[in-house]
T-cell receptor, first 114, second 110 residues
C-alpha cells in the first residue's frame, strides 16, 4: 500500500515543452505539498495546499501551476520547461498544515530537461 | 544564504565507527527534524526535537537540540552499512513551512 505516489518516476523532455507530474495520497490527509530537490540535494518547498486551497506559494515562477482536483490529489503542471527546472520533485502530505510529524513524502519524480 | 548549514556535507567511515553530523543556524526554530533519504526515494522522518537541550535516542542514533534551539546534532554509534544515506535536517520557519539543510551524505563501508 503506497501512502504517497507520484507519476511518472522519470521524465525526460526538451526545453520549451509543457509537462505534468501527478501525485496521489491515500492517507486521508488534508494538506499536500510540492518540494523541489536540486542537484546538490537542497530540498525546498514550492507549494502547499490545504483542502484544495493554496496556502503556500514560495516565489515559484508562474510557469509552475499546481492543481488540486480533490484532497487526495495535487498535480504539478510546468509550462515552457527550462534547463534549470531539472531536479527531483517530491510530493508530500500531512493531516493538517505544519503537522511535520505526520508528513510523508512520495518517491519523487526525476525531471530532466534537455 | 542557507538558513540551515549541515556539516560535513560528505562523510565516509568504516563500519563500527562513531560519527556526529551537525545542523547549524543563526535562526531560532520552534522545532527541528531529522530525515534520512535513500537513493530514489523520498525523505523519511527520523525524529522531531522541540525543546531546547532535548535529547532523543533512536536505537544507535542520538539527536540533540541546542539549548538556544538554533542547532542540532545527530550522533551514530557503531555505524552500520544500513546507516548509509543522505541525512537532512529541517527547521520549522514561521507557520506551516519547513526549511531544509543541504544534507550530509553518509557512507558506511563494510
Amino acid at each position: 500500500d503506497t501512502a504517497v505516489s507520484q507519476t511518472p518516476k522519470y521524465l525526460v523532455t526538451q526545453m520549451g515543452n509543457d509537462k505534468s507530474i501527478k501525485c496521489e495520497q491515500n492517507l486521508g490527509h488534508d494538506t499536500m505539498y510540492w518540494y523541489k530537490q536540486d542537484s546538490k540535494k537542497f530540498l525546498k518547498i514550492m507549494f502547499s495546499y490545504n483542502n484544495k486551497e493554496l496556502i503556500i506559494n514560495e516565489t515559484v515562477p508562474n510557469r509552475f501551476s499546481p492543481k488540486s482536483p480533490d484532497k487526495a490529489h495535487l498535480n504539478l503542471h510546468i509550462n515552457s520547461l527550462e534547463l534549470g527546472d531539472s531536479a527531483v520533485y517530491f510530493c508530500a502530505s500531512s493531516q493538517v498544515p505544519g503537522n511535520w510529524d505526520e508528513q510523508y513524502f512520495g518517491p519523487g519524480t526525476r525531471l530532466t530537461v534537455t | 544564504t542557507q538558513l540551515l548549514e549541515q556539516s560535513p556535507q560528505f562523510l565516509s567511515i568504516q563500519e563500527g565507527e562513531n560519527l556526529t553530523v551537525y545542523c547549524n543556524s543563526s535562526s531560532v526554530f520552534s522545532s527541528l527534524q531529522w530525515y534520512r533519504q535513500e537513493p530514489g526515494e523520498g525523505p523519511v522522518l527520523l525524529v522531531t526535537v522541540v525543546t531546547g537541550g532535548e535529547v532523543k535516542k533512536l536505537k544507535r542514533l542520538t539527536f540533540q537540540f541546542g539549548d538556544a534551539r538554533k542547532d542540532s546534532s545527530l550522533h551514530i554509534t557503531a555505524a552500520q552499512p544500513g546507516d548509509t544515506g543522505l541525512y537532512l535536517c529541517a527547521g520549522e520557519q514561521g507557520a506551516q513551512k519547513l526549511v531544509f539543510g543541504q544534507g550530509t551524505r553518509l557512507t558506511i563501508n563494510p
